[in-house]
């Protein structure tokens, strides 16, 4: 029905930047917000960044001014910039849009940041 389908996880040494890129396809319904999350060994899933059906982004003040979130509506797609990576920030990255009150997942890409 709706996919979710990342790309651009891997690894990358601090400092350096990587962009994500989840491209939503199947039955979708308008402009829906997105976002990414992370999850960390042993850790909470966590709300990365989101960005509203209108455009209008948030992010955690974890990686806030380093990582951005946007959009391409007419290719049904969102990006996560992420730059001045740190080890900290090694996680499995996932791609989640709502729809009608239901969470749509991506398969989840590696983000391992270390030297």
């Known amino acids: 029905q709706v996919q979710l389908v990342e790309s651009g996880g891997g690894l990358v040494q601090p400092g350096g930047s990587l962009r994500l890129t989840c491209a939503a396809s199947?039955?979708?319904?308008?402009?829906?917000?997105m976002g990414w999350y992370r999850q960390a060994p042993g850790k909470e899933r966590e709300l990365v960044a989101d960005i509203t059906s209108g455009g209008s982004a948030n992010s955690a003040d974890s990686v806030k001014g380093r990582f951005t979130i946007s959009r391409d509506n007419a290719k049904n797609t969102v990006y996560l910039q992420m730059n001045s990576l740190k080890p900290e920030d090694t996680a499995v990255y996932y791609c989640?849009?709502?729809?009608?009150?239901?969470?749509?997942w991506g398969q989840g890409t590696q983000v391992t940041v270390s030297s």
């Open positions: 199947g039955i979708i319904f308008g402009i829906n917000a």
């Open positions: 989640n849009m709502l729809q009608f009150g239901r969470s749509y």
